[in-house]
Each structure stands twice: as structure tokens, then as C-alpha cells.
């Protein structure tokens, strides 16, 4: 790994998206999202299940506080082997004063301020923050004296605190809070929530850790490892980084410490201990094999681009060759074997996991709309360790499809799970199609993914540029103006681009003085090699590596590149071994993969196929591109030549005839953007399509 | 409903069946399955799951007999509104004398006797005859003096008995119970389990019934509705008959009994109890509605075609119109929207059920053996009220397929679900299809199956033939020597054919005088309604009537008629509505449907496909018909003009590349009769093939 190479996410304070794509989903976040995220949080939302996130918060304040009064203090839980002291019995409270919803339900708030922060920076709002601020009052008082902040064991006894780690998701609360704190003082200045996310973690770096004595124990889902390393990156502060570390290699040690806890526990309550003897279990939470060992991406397909997440960062600061080697081979093993076309991951809803290599089933996929967040996270984790458009062209591919397709055009409903096939009547009517949802749901009672997609799309410009101090990638192409600073010197770079719908980038550049610099932009994967093309008004020297271009010179006011990517239609077939898909196509442009629904071609869309006879004109698929506008969003539509087959007649008297050719007429079958399906009413979609 | 036309299945007794085919099948029941079951019965299997049947049986019987030498007997709980009177304690049992297994384990027991009978009418054995003898007095014996006969209660006490009918299966135990004890009767005149089971029956029957005071519940399994029936033809006690009737006509009815069984048990337990809002779960047991309203088959298949059969007597026995309307559009309902190929039932694991219209997926279905044995049993007791074809075509496919495919072609291992398409990676690694078994496995815990195997096998004539006074209606075509018995007068018959790979019979007819009678004669389903010929010897009378040709005259020694039923292949496509078949055809040869194996194709079935190009000549279809030999079974393998899609490259090096056309090579395929798959190891199986 060249260290002289790594980059950085660039400030997003630096940085306007203009874009007009981004910027109406940025809005959406921020008129719809965020606001109805905080009347969920606070339990206002009508039909739709409560959150409790803000009431835990309280109730655990007001006990805070009436202990502090009473001059008493929570007791740090002391590890031990076997237990931990149990606290006095709280005074009782009256029946509202207790813990609701999941054990994870403080993390609502967490990435609630995560996205709040992000998009303060790219909208400033004096009452938002207003409110924001309010609400870290409301969670810091709640926090022990000791740290510790999660209000599920602050309020039922802290005796079972860090007992059960596999399941009860401490760690990935402090996770989640370091996010949004992280976030809100990177956007604000302000310190509050920073400050009890530092104690928090302090506490937790005294109590694990290799040193005797210390608890041994690891995240059950992660997130606590890559929110390790963005806080020892905001506060310097080395411990944080070997708490992240030292969470990911005790991954997979023996004995395994998930067993060990469960027999402890147990052992307290008077069960019989049973090993788990189901090899499947520890893949589950990643825990199957010292990471450095990994190679197949399996289990719970968030946790794990979670983990491979916290891997890439670590690899990196530590430059640890080991680690990144398994970090490639465990990509390697999702975009080759485990990627749905619409950039998303999780072949099976049982475990919300990755099924086998090349099962990638299309109507009963997973593809959770977080799995493909955390995939981005780990893409542009990769792409900070090395610039390789690979990363890229995957990490858009997830933003576009998959992440997107989880919120409805107009902000107020979200998927969980993303099919790439769905038929109504199965997701009512069949038991093992219950996941997969035929409509966007309001809210959900494990919030994950709306509030997942409100900070990736608040933070999108994050994953679309990272920099070194002389260098500039442009990963993603969205119209922004941003600042590039080499040293003293300040570079403003304007960039204008109509993507998705046309590849066309046109850079615009200003700036006081002359800048010395490299300005990098990848050639994304879906443009023709050959016949795209990179004009710069500026002598400068041009360099093509792994899938970017370098630019490298002195750049003066008034410079300008124009970038040309040619967007055509893609028809793609997959690996044979993709039994789902095999004998079908699914159609792409750019970063957007496309779908039908029964909308645009009627039901049955098992019955349309596309027309072989019609489909090429010379080198090019004979594939119309149309602009269309669906709910004040202009999109592209592609319109196919393609065929219907003939349904069987009702009066058939049996339900299996003797094979006649099958029946067939000409049709014009119309895509649309994966991500904008389900806007219009619940029907038929699908994405792959029989040839 | 034509009382006039009503048959019954022919005494077993009066039919040697020595038909090459069959006569195998049931030799494999009489010399395998019979005695590895008696062997399971009494936890003497190595590595299989002990069935702990007899010993509960005995433990049950131990108890009975200390308390008889103590003078103290059974109480009978007598049914009130809000429980039973409970049982003195008993006296303390060693730690052995529990009861083990499911809560329905004494149907192992019940099934076994059942074959038993059936094989001993075929194939006199002194020594198993007296086994069967002594295991019927062990069950005897733990029998409680009012006459209730089911171990696990009688071994946990008696207070509970009754309380939970719709999981608790004393109701089922009862229909097994009678169901075995009928044959046994019949096969061998000894009464002594019989009457065990009128006394079980007539303490069911005061226990139940519409008058006040008795209990409205119904089976949570149904079967007693059949098995009634049975013995109250064997025995005329019309109270059985009104029994049945009471458990049918009390499903669907409101307040819902399993709901207030359930409130019951929850105050007795001091839980809270919840009304069930799921409106699948009633549908599970078929009691969502009144039966004479029913007309989807929905739920638990196996259960369902049991409530059926059950329906089918009934309807016969009183001539209910309205019954047998509901039979025939539940009939309706599942051969024309959920029925495979194979003749199997029952699309989802989930509740082992039917899934919604046209919801056949080939690769995750349930298709229960023992569902496939319910739909036999229904079909007949549809073609004893109306001799049409097509019920018995349907009875066919199931039994020639689906049914003996549960079984291994050496009679040592079996299969409860019936996939038509196998990946075995998938069974291994992907919970969704944990259900589906790559390789027939030795014995369940849960031993429905095999010994449903061996009852329907060893019976199989009684499917074959049904009878009235003056009418003897042959269903299925199989070799045997039998007597027809009109009036005073015998007329003695003898088939011969070489079913199911060639469709002609030979029937030759001897009788010391004249007899007058009608002899008819399925035509089956699957042949040409244009070239099959009928062509008797004597002077007699021909009708064709719903699918049968009846020959009615006067019969004489040496008469004879030979029936030729052309045995084309058919490639058979699906109604289009089945989305998982579309593109696809499945090939069938008489009653046989075929599959492809890996064993004989190669890997990657889902790349194989029909050669479009070279799959007719002329009318036919360009397959020809192989006889082999497999473990000394006989069997007719197709060969089909195919063609290999090219693998992808491994080198590839994406998931997803632009569509090339499809390399494609020629090849044969072979499909071997499904019911013969997986008896070479492990491997791939598909029934349906891409074309």
C-alpha cells in the first residue's frame, strides 16, 4: 500500500453540491426526512410505531438526576469474569418510566444529529440546530457519571450492562453516537456531544481491552470500529484507534466470546448452556475467523461492510498489509460473487444475509437499503487507501440504485428491503415473501434505513471527492462548487454535470493565484474506454491509472476541463453460474440500472421479453432514451423493443398442455429508473427481463 | 349425485396384484420398509431419531396395570365448559417411564398396523402376523377402561385431555387408531384391536357432539372424518358416521373453537390471552370457514386433502349435495391452480401448505409424500361417487410420481418434500431451502411419511378397482388375478400389462357360468382419445362415458379384451399464470413424469435446454424411449435433442458483462421417471427445462 497515495474525504464545509439531482435529494432529507425523523424520535408520528428514542433519553435524565440529588452516583460496573455489581434498587417510577422499543433504540437519535449535521453544512438553519442542540441536552444528561450512555441498561440496571454483546448492541450504540457526534462538531464547532461520546468511549477503552483483566468481548454489530477511528481522527487521541483494532482482531479468537458470555449468562439465570454447534451462527456476526482471514463476505450483510468498513480504515492507519489484503479479497468476493446489478447486497432475508456465492435470487432478495450504504461506506474507504475506479464504479452503483430506491421521490416512505422482482399478490399472500414490502412504508419500528439514507444522501459529496494535500479525486460527477486548498493556496473548482442522465462534465476553475495540483477524475466503468474524452484548457500533464486521470500542472483563473463519457445503453447478462438470471437481461445507462413496472407495460410482466430480432442497429442496442418528469423529477426512461407472450386461455382445461409455439406480440416495453420504482401505486416490477 | 353409480374399493383380500411394477414396490414395503419400521418403532435403529411409539405404549400400559392392581381406575374427565376434573396423582415412575416423542407419536404404531394388514392380504406371513398380534396387545393394554386410548396424555395425566384439539392431535391418533385397526380386521377377521378402537371411538362420541352439554370441538389434524366413516361401514354404528359428520360440519363455525380452547388454556395458565388476528392461521387448519363453503384449498396440504377425503365419504354416505359441490370446487381448485407436474400439492414449507393460485416455485416447494397419498385418497372417494376419468388421472400422476418418489428405489430411505428442482449447494447453504432434502434420509422423527408410503403401496389395488353389484371399474392398470363376485356368480379376471411403460392391457376373463356384469375401464388422461382401441371378444355392449368405456354383457370363460392406450411422450408447458415454469417444458410418458439429473447431464442443469430446432418430427415430438435397468428396476428413460448454454468464463470479470449472444453446443439430454431421482448420490435435479 502506497501511503503517499491514501486521501481524505474532503470537508464538507468546503463543498456545495449544486447538483441538480443531489441537491433535490438533499432537500427531500431536509424538508421531509429530518423533520419527520425528529416527530418520530419524539413519537408524534401518527401510524406509525413509536420510536421511544427521546423518552429513553428522559426517563434515563430524570433518573440521573433524582440520583444526583439524592447525592448518590451510579456505580461503574467493574468487569469482572463472572458478573458485574448490581446497582441499588432504583426508587420505583411510575409506569412510563421505563425503556421502550429496541435495544439499539438510542442509535435513532445518533443518526438522526449525523444527518442534521451534514446537511447544516450544506444549509445552514439557525432553528434546526436550535432544536438539535436541545436535543443534546436532552441525551447528555442521561449519560452516567462514569460515561456510559445507553439508556436501555441505565434504565433497566446496570447489572447486565456489556453481558450480552452479541445481541444487545451497547457497542454499536456507542457506534453510532460517535458518528453523530463526530458529524455535529465537524459541521457546528459545537463540542457538547463530542465530549460524551469521548466518555463514553473512554469508559469502554478502560473496560476492553488485551490488557489482563479487561473484558474481552467485541461488537455483535458493528459500527463501533469505523466510529473509533473518525473520533482518534478528530481528537488525536491514539486509544480510540487501538480500541477499534483491538474490537476487530478479536474477531474469530477461540474461545469464542460470544460463547463464553452466553454461558455466564446461563449460568445467572439458571439455563442449561448449549454450544452452538451451527457453523452458520459466528458467520453471522462475522466472528467465524480472525478477520485477517476472511475471504468470503457472509452473514448479516450490514454488519459485515460495517466491519469491512472499520477493516479498510484500520488497514490504512496502521498500514497493516494484512488487513487490507483480506479487505480486497472480501470485496472481491461481493462484486464478483454476491452484487445484485442495482449495486446491492444480501441475497437472503433469513439473518439479512449474504446467501452463497452466485445466489442471488431476484424476488426474494434482501438487498437492504442499509447493506448498500455500508457498501458505499467501504468503497470510499477503499478508495482513500487507493484511487481504483473499481471502488467507484460499485459505490455508484449502490448510491444510485440501491440506496435511492429506499426512499420514495417525494421523502416520505422507504424500503428496507429492495427485490429486483416483485409481484403484489406473492409479498401478501406468501409467507416467505412477507419481507419484501409491494409499497414504501412510512416508518418503521427498527428505523435503520430511513435515517441511513438521510446522512449518506446529507454527506453524499463526502464520497464524491476525496483529496491528499496536492491532489483532488472526483469519484462521483455532481454539479458542486468546492475549494481546494494546497497550502496556502486556495483553488475554487466549479463543476457542472447533468449526471445520471448525460456524461458530460464541464470543470470550471478559479483561483487568486496559480495552484499547483493534481486534479484526478475517474473514468467511470460504464463508458466506452475508447471513445471518451478529457479536454483541459490548461498545459498541464495527463496520466491515465487505474480507471482516473491525472492531471497534474499549475492551474491559473479561468482554467476549465471538459470531461465526456459517453452514456449508452448497456444490455447485461450475468455470470451463467446466477441461476436467477439466467436466459435474461437487465438493462443500464450510466450509474442507473433500470426496471419495468406494470405501470408503464401492463401486468404479467413474467410474460414480456426482449425482442432478439430488434434489439441490436449495427454496434448499438436499439434502445430509445426518453426524458420524463414523475413527481416534479426529471428521469430518463429507456423504451425496448420487445415482445409479449400470449397468456394461456382461462377456458385451458388443465393447468399443464401440450407445448405449442408459444404466441407472441410486438410490444415496446418501457424501463425506468430502478430507484424511482413504486412511486405510482403497488404493482408488478422487474428488473431482469427474458430474452 | 347418482346413488346408483356410487362404488367402494374392492376387498383387498379378493386381488393378487402381480404386476411387475407394483408387485416390486410392495415386495420393498412387505421386506424393507415393514420391518425397519417395527425396528424404529422400538428406538432399534441406529442413527435415526428413536420414535420411543412402543415404549410409550408400554409405559402407558405399566400404569394401567398398577392401577387396576391397586383397584383404582381412570376417571373420565368429563367435558365441562371450563376444564376437567384432574387425576388423582399418580404413584411415582422411574425416570424412564415418560412419555417421549411427539404428542401424535402413537400413529407410528397406527400406520404400521395399517400396512401390516394391507401386506399380509397380499402376502400371508405367520411371523409378522404374530408380531402385529402381540404389539397390538401392548397397545391394548394402554387402553383406560372408559375406553381413551392415547399415551401422551394418559402417561402426563389425564386433566389436560381435550384441552388443546387443535395442536394436540388426540383427534388424529383416534383416526389412525381406527384406520389400522379397520384393515386389520378386514385383512385378517381379528377384532381385538377394532373393538379398541370403537371403544376409543365411543368415548370420542360421547365426548362431542351437537347435543348440550358435550364438547363442539373438531380435529386440529383432521383424519378421524375418514377413519370414522370406515368403521362405521365395517361395523354399522351409524353414531360413527354421525360423529365424522359433527367434526366436519363443526369446522368454520363462530364463536371458533380453537379460539376459545385457546382462552381456556390461557386463564388456566394465567397468561394473556390474544385473539389471534392472522387470517392464515385458521386457513392452516382449514376451519376459516364453514367445509360446505370452502373453495380454495388452502393451508397445511396434508391436512387439507385428509378434510377432504373425510368431506368426500360423508358427502357420499348422506348424500349431501351441498358437501360434494364443495368437494369438487376444492378438487377444482388445486388440480387447476395447485397442482405440479409431479402430481405433488402444497407450494410453501412454510405451514407445509398451499400457496396462493398458480404459486408453484419448483425449487423451494413443500409437495409432501403424504400429501400426494391425501390427494390419492381423495381422488378415489371422488371416483366412488362418479366414475370420472379425470379424477383418477390425477390419482394416477400423483401415485406414479410424487408418492413413490418419497421413497428410494431400494426401499431404505425416503423423502418427505418432493422439490422439482434440485441444487444441493443450495439445500446445504441457504435456510430457505433448508426444507428441501439433497438426499433421501433414513428415518424422521416425525415419521409420517414412510409409513404413509407403505399403506398406500401395500394397498394400491384399492385404488385400482372399485366396485359395485353389477360394475367393476378398473382406475389404474396394473398386473393382477381377481374376483368379481355378482350375486351367487364369481368372475374371475385377469390384467396383464406392462404399466407404466406401455399402455397395453390384456384382461382375460374365467367363470364356470355365465356372468352378467359391466366392466369399465379408465381411459387414461395421457393418451390419444383418437387412437386407443378397445377390442373385445365376446358379443357385450360399449359406452363411453366420462372418460370410461363400459362394457356390459354377459361374460363367459375365455372372454377376453384387449386394451391399447398409446404411450406417447408429451412435452407438457404450464398455464402461464405459473410464473416459475414460463419459458420452460416438462416431459411426461404415460402416467410418468421425467426429470433431469445430474448424473446424467452434468452440472449446470439450468444451462441445458430443448433444442427448438430438432424437438419435433413431424406430429411427434423427437424424443425417443429407452428401457434401463437401475438397482434391477426397469425403468424408461427419454432422450431429448438439447442444447448447453456455454459456461461463462471464471476468468470473466464481472458478475454482469453486455449481452452476447449465447454460445450454445448440442447435446442429448436424458431424463430418467422422477419418482427414480436421487438413488445415484447427490446430485441436480430439475423437472422443468428451459426451451
Redesign the interface.
Known sequence: MDKNNFSSPIDLKDIKVTDEFWHREQELVRTEVIPYQWDALNDRVKDAAPSYCMHNFKVAGRMMKEKQQKGSSYVAPTYTFRGFEALPEDPAHPDDDKFFGFVFQDTDFSKWIEAVAYSLTQHPDADLEKTADEAIDIVCAAQLDNGYLDTYYIINGMDKAFTNLKDHHELYCLGHLTEGAVAYYQATGKDKLLKAACRFADYVADYFGPEEGKCKGYPGHEIAEMALVRLYQVTGEEKYLQLSRFFLEQRGTLPKYFELEDARRAEAEGRTFKTDTDP?SYCYYQAHKKVQAQDEAVGHSVRAVYLYSGMADVAKLTQDEEMLAACERLWNSM???K?Y?TGGIGG?H??ESF??PF?LPND?AYSETCAAIGLAFFARRMLEIKADSKYADVMEQALYNTVLSGMALDGKSFFYVNPLEV?P??CH????KFHVKAVRQKWFGCACCPPNIARIVSSIASYAYTEKEDTLWTHLYMGSVLTKKVGEKELHIKLDTKMPWDGKVKVELHADDEVACTLAFRIPGWCNKNTYQVVCSADVEQKIQDGYVYLTGSWKDGDSIDLDFPMEV??????????ED??K??FTRGPITFCMEEADNGK?L??CMVDKSRIKTGDKWNVSVEMTEELGHSMAVLKVPGLR????SVA?E???????PIKETQTELTFIPYYAWNNRGEGEMSVWV??
Open positions: 452458520m462484486v464478483r460473487e452484487l446489478v437472503t433469513i439473518g446467501s452463497f445466489d426474494t409481484l399478490e406473492a399472500k406468501d409467507h416467505r448497456h444490455m447485461l447478462s450475468s455470470d451463467t453460474r446466477v441461476r439466467i436466459g437481461v437487465a404479467n413474467h410474460l407472450q400470449e397468456e394461456s385451458q388443465s393447468l399443464y398442455v401440450e407445448y405449442k427474458r430474452i
